[in-house]
Structures are given as C-alpha cells and as structure tokens.
C-alpha cells in the first residue's frame, strides 16, 4: 500500500513547475456580507467580499489581506462530504487531522489554520461570531489543549460560499482570530428545491458513506424576504488498518480498532431575512445537529490487570460511544440610515454537547470488591454514560458603519459594542464508571487478577466524577473602531482598535493597520501589522478529568487533569491563566497581467507570547523527589494541567494563482496554491519552582507543536467543462510530519506524499447531473512505523501513524453522486 516518497525538496520543485507550467491562479478573496436586498442566486458563484474590511463590498484580489474564497461548485467538484476535509483539501493554509483512539476527539477532530491551534482560528457564520466545542483536546493529538470550533456541525448543503482571511484580525473580531478568520456564509435562495444523494466505499470495502440532503427555499412576504432551509443525513461506516497483534495475544490477531469511527449524522439550518421597510430587515439563520460515533480505545488482554477473565475470557476491547449535539440560533435587525450610514443589532446563541458512554467495558473494582459475608461480589454493568460536557455562548452585537467626509475626503468609519457570556458544564457519570467498589472508599483493600490494587472506574474511558464535576462561566465587553480611507487613486490605508475587558482576567487592547497601493490596473501591494490576543477559554479554565493515558514507560496509567486553582496546581505553583498575546505582520503582491490571469503572494510571520498549553504528563520520580512528594499525598498517578508556558514564532508564505482558457462550448480553470508554513517554540518557562520549562513542557510536546502540521501544503488542479461534462482534478501535497509522543527519545518522521483526487460529472439537463469520482486517486498511504525504533507500536498493530496523520489512513476511497434540482 506504501510507495517510495520523493524527496520533500523536489516535491516542492516539482508543485512549483506545475503551477508555472499551468499559470496557476490567484485565489480569489473574500469576505462576506449579506445585503438587505432579499434573497441571492447562490448559483452565480461569489466573486465579491467584505471580510477583512466593514466599508463597501471588493472585488476578490482588491482586497488590502489575503482572503480565500471557495465557492459552490469548488463544493461540488470537491469529494469530501465533511466541510472540515473539504477544506483541508481546497485550501492548504487549513489543517484537518484524522485521528484515532483519541475518545472524544475521534468524532470532533481538530480544524487549524497556518499551522497554529484549533483555538486561534476564530470562525463566524454570516458574520457573527460561531460558539466553540465543549470538548477540549487532552489526547496527543494535533491541537492538543485547545476547545477549537465544531466545523463539521455544519452541513455542507446549506453553504453558499466560505470567505477564508489569511490574516491576523484580533483588533476587528475579537479574541481568537489570530491565525486568521473563516466566514461560512448560508444559502438564501428561493428558486428551486436542490437534493443530492451520495454513495461511497474505499478500496479496502470498508468505510461506506451514504449521504443525503435537501435545501429549499420560499418567499416570506412580497417585499423580497425569504427562508431557506437545509436538512442533511449521513452515515459513515467505520475503517480499519489495524496491522497484526503479534505482542499481546497467540496465536497473532488484529486487536485493535485504527481509522474512522463509525458516524452517524443529521443536520437542520435555516437562514431567513423579512424586511420591514425597503431599508430595513429583520434576519435569522441558525441550526441543529446530531452526531454519534462509535469509536475504541487499547484492547487490554486476558491476563491484563484490567481485565476480569470471567467475562472477558479472550480480553476486551473498550467501546467509546460519544453523542454530539449542537445548535445555534441568531437573530437581528439592520436598517440602513441617512448618508449610506447602516445600523446591524443581533443577539447570537450557541451551545455544543458532548455525551460520552462507554461499552465493552468493566470496572474491575466492583467486580473483585469483597462482600461483607466473604467472596467476592463477582459482577459488574459492562457499560455506563460516562459524563457530559456542555458548553454554551450568547453574543450581544451593536455595530454602526458610513462614511464620513473630512474637509472634502471621504473617510469609512465603523463603531460597535459586543458583549459575550460564556459558560462551561461537566456533568459527572454513572458511579460505576468512576468508583473504587460500590463505597468508593479507598480504604478497602481490593485486589486485581494479578494481585494489583484494582482499577477503579470503567475501563477504556473512565467517567467524570462529582469531583470534577463544574458548572462555571464569565462574561466580556468590547468596544471597537476601525477607519478606511482611500488617501490617494492608488493608495489605501485602514486601521482598528478594540478595547475587550474580561470578569476573570482583566482588559486587553489591541490594534491594526493595513495598506493597499495600486500603481496600476495590473499591480498591487498590501501589508498589514497588528497585535492581538486570545482570552484563556473557559473550557481550558474549569476542564478537569481522571484519564487512562500511556506513561513514559508504556504503562497505561491514570492521569489527572488539574483545573486552574486546584490543589495540584496550587502545589506546583501554577498561576491562574492569562491571555496570550501575539503580534502579526504580513506583506504581499497582487498581480493581473491579463483579464484571466492573476497571481498572489504573500509573506506572514506570527509571534505569540505565553500561548496556553497544555502541560507534559508530570510524573513521579523513580524514588523520592519533590514531585513524588507532591502527587502522592494526592494520591495521583500523573498530572497535567494548562498553563501560559511557551512563546512560538511562525513564518510563512503563500503564493496562489489562476487562469482560464474559454472556447466555444468549453472552459478550462487551471489553479495552484502553494503554502508554505514553519512554527517554532522560542521559549518554555515554568512559574512553578518545581517544575522546569522542559519538564512542564517537554521535547515531545515541543515536536507536535512544531513539526505536527505540515510545513507545506500545496494543492494544484485542474477543471475542465465542455457541454454537459465536468472533469476536476486535484492534487494535494502534504509535506512531512513528525511525534515522538508514544515514541520517548525518538521522533517518528511520517514522509510527504501528494494525493490525487478526481470526479467526472455529467449534466443530463440542467436539473439533473452524475458525478463519480475518487479521494486519494492512487491508493496513497503515510509512511508505516518504524519497527524497531517506534516498538511497541508497530507490534500492536500500528501501521501507519497517529498523534499526527494529516492524509489519514484510510486509502483510496470512491463515490457516486447524484444532483437534482425542481
């Protein structure tokens, strides 16, 4: 299934040489806006863009910051049926990392932009702000620490078109948006009523995808309302690569459960505008979805501590049920004023749910606990729910924008207040899943199998407890400003500043000015500087669980995350969290030689100070020691905890072009993208005076920060219409990745690889169309393990990779799909 990978060099050459050869494309770039003139053609695809800027709408490429937009038929042509990997594979400043035996990442994987944490993207739909997961990333997996946003909660067939911003915007939209800004804008069109149905497979016969959706939409009045509404089904069986167990059972068997988690999803949108004057509207957009998967965590063999052979007779492999509900739903009002001022006033609510049960499973302390009357009880549930996390934000907005004129020069002004709660819940699980025996009194002695002190709780993922059982929240101001002004024809400069103040931490300001100069029709220069900041999360503030993780030595051991202000942190000496900070600059150059044709390129570099990670697992020393004197008495087997430890700095560049060639009857788009991106940690410190900066934050988390992501991404295609055909290809290169999380002392290094992707679609009419295509064309996979050196994975039946696995492991997967629309 593994080829030989070229050198990552000459894979970069060789995009570089197809791009030139093919006069790739600018991107084009976007933000987005929505009018008070009723409902749009989402047909037409979106060519004009506000994010980045509140004065009047720009074309793509006149933009003063780099903005990607990726309109309906990029969707239609793209293969992926999950918006987070359709753009991974559209866009190659964002990241979407498959994961696995990660518990509750599996089903809520990580969505990052220009190499930095799901948590530093801030997304917005129609412009407002989009509330994060309840799930925080505690695995060793890319974004580990972070509470980023759900994007796979939204349903592809309500899309319109995605605005990209490539920039830091901090001092426009608050904390979070330091890696940049993606704005999801929904559909509202009324024409006609768009179903698609899909089927599709992998190589291996496994994984099979079967997807449905509807959009339709009405006029709401005679005066140009709407409502467009959206519901969207899927069902995505689960894959498996798991090689050959030749460590822990014999004869050798597959033991493990590695790839996609089987996924069950249902969506609801809408989006609707009724206007009150033909100045004035009324809006609300919005929706609902319900995801399970059905993933596992290490199987633990007959003679393990942790199994009871009276039931698992053969040893178990735990079963991770997680449920994620989601909804958000906002309403507003704009109206637009004398003088081209406008006024836009909404109140945005959103809440995410992760439910966790677990099966498959057996708390072996409640099976060996002794009885009163001598023996053992000899029974224990083989599943329980295992805990609840819920989080839930409500926005307030206020904004005001026009133009103002200053001694005869025009100047855009635009003013606003924002006021935000947010609130974070953990609700404990069954006692089963948490207990030591039925009393949860750790001074009864209960012995394991083997003799052990028993493990208390449900194997697999033990259950939150009532001790770390929250409910906790705060709330936040914000007033900013920002000015645009045209000094000259070709000249034009923009800047903002926004004051936040935080009911936890304390107030923050920030600001920003960018320039756009155009000394002819075929040339641009654009550049921006900023500062920006990211408030700690409240899910990073009041998380806390016990875990089964690996420890240094392999060992699964059970792991407390400590929450700020607990009593672990307290003796360690951790302070409670503050803000990270960061300073942004980027520069570029726009370029249109002829009217199909154009080229952008951009150089970015990101400084962030006290960026919050999550710490190493923090262990006991072999004998005595100042940590062992810490945990002990505690009674725990490892802690980790979040804290402001480390300073990154990271640099990139971005060069994206397009071209189009029309004939008679036909049209052929040839575009590439290259992406060019290095993160690294220029300091570690630690307040504690226990603790070092390379013992809170070690080696291995300092390579999954740095080399986790690939440090280039190019995608390259190609689309061909003529008459009823459609012909897409796509090439995705991901440069090489790197961990050492499971590997102590020595990194893993997975290769670069490209990936091939192609569909043919075919239109019997204008309603109706055929596409059949294939992901992942030639049956690519990463690199495997390296046997001796990463042992013991690769005799546990790890084939390809883990902590970080950007192309996944799944192969070559194809699918029919068909479009009618009446």
Request: neutral net charge; glycine residues 10%; hydrophobic residues 35%.
């Amino acid at each position: 299934m593994t080829r030989p990978a070229c050198h990552p060099f000459r894979q970069t050459l060789l995009a570089t040489a197809l791009l030139a050869a093919l006069y790739p494309a600018a991107a084009q770039e976007t933000g987005t806006t929505t009018s008070t003139t009723g409902a749009a053609d989402d047909s037409t695809p979106a060519r004009v863009v506000v994010l980045g800027s509140r004065s009047s709408a720009k074309t793509a490429l006149d933009t003063a910051a780099p903005v990607g937009l990726i309109n309906a038929k990029d969707m239609q042509t793209a293969g992926p049926l999950e918006l987070g990997k359709l753009l991974q594979t559209l866009d190659p400043s964002f990241n979407f990392s498959t994961t696995f035996i990660s518990d509750g990442t599996d089903i809520i994987r990580p969505a990052t932009l220009r190499g930095l944490g799901p948590d530093q993207l801030l997304v917005l739909v129609n412009g407002k702000r989009r509330h994060q997961q309840a799930l925080v990333n505690v695995q060793q997996t890319i974004g580990r620490g972070s509470a980023g946003t759900d994007i796979n909660a939204i349903p592809m067939s309500a899309i319109s078109h995605i605005e990209v911003l490539r920039d830091g915007a901090a001092a426009q939209y608050g904390s979070d948006a330091i890696a940049g800004v993606i704005n999801i804008v929904l559909k509202s069109q009324i024409k006609e009523t768009q179903v698609s149905s899909s089927v599709g497979t992998t190589s291996e016969g496994d994984g099979d995808m079967i997807s449905a959706s509807a959009n339709t939409g009405f006029a709401l009045g005679t005066d140009g309302g709407y409502v467009n509404l959206s519901v969207e089904g899927r069902r995505r069986g689960e894959t498996n690569r798991a090689g050959v167990d030749t460590l822990r059972v014999d004869p050798p068997r597959v033991t493990q459960r590695i790839g996609d988690s089987l996924a069950k999803d249902a969506f609801l949108w809408v989006n609707a505008a009724l206007p009150r004057t033909k100045d004035s509207e009324f809006y609300a957009f919005g929706g609902t979805s319900k995801r399970s998967g059905d993933s596992a965590g290490f199987y633990r063999t007959a003679g393990d501590a942790r199994n009871v052979p009276a039931v698992y007779p053969n040893g178990f492999l735990p079963n991770i049920v997680t449920t994620v509900k989601d909804s958000s739903f906002a309403v507003g009002y704009r109206h637009d004023l004398a003088n081209d001022w406008k006024f836009d006033t909404s109140v945005n609510h959103g809440r995410s749910q992760l439910k966790f049960h677990e099966r498959e499973s057996i708390n072996v302390s409640y099976w060996y606990e002794p009885r009163p009357s001598g023996g053992i009880y000899a029974e224990s549930p083989l599943e329980a729910d295992t805990g609840t996390l819920k989080f839930n934000q409500t926005t307030f907005n206020a904004d005001l924008r026009g133009p103002i004129d200053l001694g005869g020069r025009k100047v855009s002004l635009a003013a606003g207040f924002e006021y935000r709660t947010d609130n974070y819940e953990i609700e404990a699980g069954d006692a089963v899943s948490y207990q030591y025996g039925r009393t949860n009194n750790p001074a009864i002695v209960i012995r394991d199998q083997t003799g052990g002190i028993a493990a208390s709780g449900a194997q697999g993922f033990p259950g939150y407890t009532p001790s770390t059982a929250v409910d906790e929240g705060r709330h936040n101001i914000a007033f900013y400003i920002d000015a645009e002004h045209n000094l000259t024809d070709k000249l034009l400069v923009a800047g903002a500043v926004r004051y936040e103040k935080y009911s936890d931490f304390g107030s923050t300001t920030t600001g920003k000015l960018s320039m756009r100069y155009d000394p002819s029709r075929t040339v641009g220069l654009r550049g921006s500087v900023s500062t920006g900041f990211r408030a700690p999360s409240v899910q990073q503030k009041f998380y806390s669980s016990v875990s089964t993780n690996l420890n240094a030595a392999g060992v699964l051991t059970e792991t407390l995350t400590a929450r700020e202000g607990s009593a672990v942190t307290r003796a360690f000496g951790i302070a409670p969290l503050k803000e990270e900070t960061s300073k942004n600059a980027s520069i570029g150059i726009v370029l249109r030689p002829m009217q199909n044709f154009s080229v952008t390129a951009d150089l970015y570099r990101i400084d962030i100070d006290d960026r919050i990670v999550f710490s190493s697992n923090i262990a006991p020393e072999a004998g005595a020691g100042p940590i062992r004197a810490i945990l002990d008495p505690l009674k725990v087997g490892q802690a980790q905890f979040f804290t402001n430890a480390i300073d990154t700095s990271t640099n990139g560049f971005d060069l994206v072009a397009e071209h189009t060639t029309r004939w008679p009857g036909s049209t052929l788009v040839l575009s590439g993208q290259l992406g060019f991106n290095e993160t690294e940690v220029k300091a570690r410190r630690s307040q504690s005076p226990v603790l070092s900066g390379a013992q809170l934050f070690d080696d291995t988390q300092v390579t999954l920060i740095e080399r986790g992501q690939p440090r280039q991404h190019h995608v390259v295609a190609a689309d061909y219409t003529a008459g009823p055909w459609n012909v897409n290809t796509r090439a995705n290169y991901f440069g090489e990745v790197q961990g050492q999380g499971f590997t102590p002392g020595f990194v893993q290094t997975w290769e670069a690889k490209w990936l091939v992707d192609l569909s043919v679609r075919y239109a019997f009419t204008k309603r109706l169309s055929l596409a059949v295509g294939a992901n992942n064309l030639f049956d690519t996979y990463p690199t495997e393990w390296d046997k001796e050196r990463a042992a013991p994975f690769p005799q546990l039946g790890f084939t390809h990779c883990w902590e970080t696995c950007p192309i996944g492991v799944n192969g070559r997967q194809m699918y029919a799909r068909v479009d009618y629309a009446f």
